[in-house]
C-alpha cells in the first residue's frame, strides 16, 4: 500500500504488525504446545496445507503436536524475512521460515522453507484464512551438549517447557538467581 498521508502510513504499519503478530501466535503456541493460541492464529473456517495434512486449524493442531511431541523434545518455528500486501481487509504475506527440533533420539532436525498466507481481517481482528507450506530443504545437524545445562542454579529461573510452565508465560518474570561474573 502506498500512501501520502501519515494516517494512512501508521494504519498500514498497524495492519502489518496485527499480520505478524498473528503469524507469530502460530509459531509460538506450537512450540509451547498451547493449543489456544496456536489456533487464536486461524479463522476457525482456514484451511492449511503442510506436508501431507491439509484440513482446518483444530485438526492441524491435534497432527502437528502429536507428530513433535512423538519426534521431538524441543521445536523452535523462527520467522524470518516476511512480505506482506494488504488491500482492505485482506493480505497476502510470504515469511521465509527456519524449523529446528532437538529430536528424542538426540540428533538435530533443521529444515527451511516459506508459510505462504492469506489472511483476512475479520470483526476487526487478522487471522490466516489459508496458509500453504514450502518446504524446500531439510537436514540434520550434529548433536552437542546444551550449554551451562550443567551449571547449579541455571534453570533457578525456570526451565524450558513445551507448556504454559515455560518461563515465558511468568507475569512478572523476575530474577531469582544470585549475582555471579564467572572468572
Known amino acids: 500500500m502506498t500512501s501520502s498521508t501519515t494516517t ?3 494504519a498500514s504499519l498497524l495492519d502489518r504488525q496485527d499480520i505478524l503478530d498473528c503469524l507469530t501466535r502460530f509459531s509460538r503456541g506450537m512450540d509451547r504446545f ?8 486461524f479463522h476457525s473456517d482456514a484451511t492449511i496445507a503442510a506436508g501431507d495434512f491439509v484440513g482446518g486449524p ?3 493442531y491435534d497432527w502437528a503436536s502429536a507428530m513433535h ?12 524475512n516476511h512480505t506482506c500486501d494488504v488491500d482492505g481487509d485482506t493480505a497476502h504475506t510470504e515469511t521465509y521460515y ?5 529430536n528424542r533420539d538426540e540428533s538435530n ?10 489472511l483476512e481481517r475479520r470483526a476487526g ?7 500453504t507450506n514450502a518446504i524446500e530443504w531439510s537436514g540434520l545437524v550434529p548433536t552437542m551438549p546444551l550449554p551451562f545445562a550443567d551449571v547449579p542454579g541455571v534453570y533457578d529461573n525456570g526451565t524450558p517447557s513445551r507448556s504454559s510452565d515455560d518461563p515465558s ?11 555471579h561474573i564467572p572468572a
Open 125 to 131: 481482528e487478522w487471522r490466516i484464512a489459508l496458509r
Open 98 to 102: 527456519l524449523f529446528v527440533g532437538r
Open 34 to 41: 498451547d493449543r489456544e493460541l496456536f489456533l487464536s492464529a
Open 109 to 118: 532436525w533443521i529444515a527451511g522453507g516459506r508459510y505462504l498466507d492469506r
Open 69 to 80: 511431541e512423538a519426534g521431538q523434545v524441543a521445536t523452535h518455528h523462527n520467522l524470518l
Open 8 to 10: 494512512d502510513r501508521l
Open 58 to 60: 483444530a485438526d492441524l
Open 169 to 179: 508465560y511468568r507475569r512478572p518474570l523476575e530474577n531469582t538467581r544470585a549475582p
